[in-house]
């Protein structure tokens, strides 16, 4: 069961983590030490505040190394042990994410590419997995993603993420993507099945956006993200 932090203990974990994660990334540490700071940075992960400390960073810091740990932490659970998060937190889990990852998808604010590839990663990952039962409104929200001009470009990414990973015909292999990469989470042939039922339908909405897309070339970046 995941705890909550006051202002006072997010703040300082918040510090604790940005100076440890700085270090790691920056300090030119030796093995050893480097070796220390994977561990403390590992134990960070299975504390039982962990979940709701990385949602709190999602939304609230500006250091973009505290910000790929967060949405990093998040993939990583939703890859590993989603089925053990009750279900509440994973709403809001998924509400943080696609909520952190609209109010980053501007320019003037935009997330570094290795922070917002992770928090797509892990919103893909959670809706392999929810979506329809828990996750209906997934194709929807990318669908406005997508369609909209100012959000195009994140859109474009989320969309190109979620045709790698969601199988798209019932011969697709439970274990591995239609490009032969495994997948985040290794899906029951059941599921492959139920999954790959209903990609058809949903994924001929998208073509009139991804055809505008290419067509009218709004915004190279999108094209890109494809």
């Not at 997010?10 to 030796?30: C, I, M, V, W, Y």
């Not at 937190?89 to 604010?109: E, F, G, P």
């Not at 969601?166 to 290794?186: I, W």
């Not at 290419?214 to 890109?224: C, I, N, Q």
């Amino acid at each position: 069961m995941s705890q909550t932090l006051s202002a006072q203990q997010l703040a300082a974990a918040h510090s604790r983590l940005k100076d440890t994660l700085l270090q790691f990334f920056e300090g030119g540490l030796p093995d050893a030490t480097r070796k220390s700071f994977e561990l403390q940075l590992a134990q960070f992960q299975q504390q039982p505040s962990a979940l709701f400390a990385a949602q709190s960073f999602l939304r609230q810091s500006t250091d973009k190394y505290v910000l790929w740990y967060s949405a990093s932490l998040l993939e990583k659970r939703a890859s590993e042990k989603w089925s053990t998060v009750p279900p509440q937190q994973k709403q809001q889990i998924r509400n943080t994410l696609m909520t952190a990852v609209v109010a980053h998808s501007n320019k003037d604010n935009a997330w570094p590419r290795m922070v917002l590839d992770k928090a797509l990663a892990a919103l893909c990952t959670i809706a392999l997995q929810d979506f329809p039962e828990n996750y209906p409104s997934y194709f929807g929200d990318l669908y406005k993603l997508s369609a909209s001009g100012a959000t195009n470009t994140v859109g474009m990414r989320l969309l190109r993420f979620t045709l790698e990973e969601f199988p798209l015909s019932p011969g697709d292999s439970h274990a591995h993507t239609s490009s032969g990469r495994r997948r985040r989470v290794k899906l029951s042939s059941e599921r492959v099945r139920k999954l790959s039922s209903v990609m058809g339908p949903v994924t001929a909405k998208f073509l009139p956006v991804l055809k505008n897309t290419l067509e009218t070339g709004s915004g190279d970046d999108a094209v890109a993200a494809l």
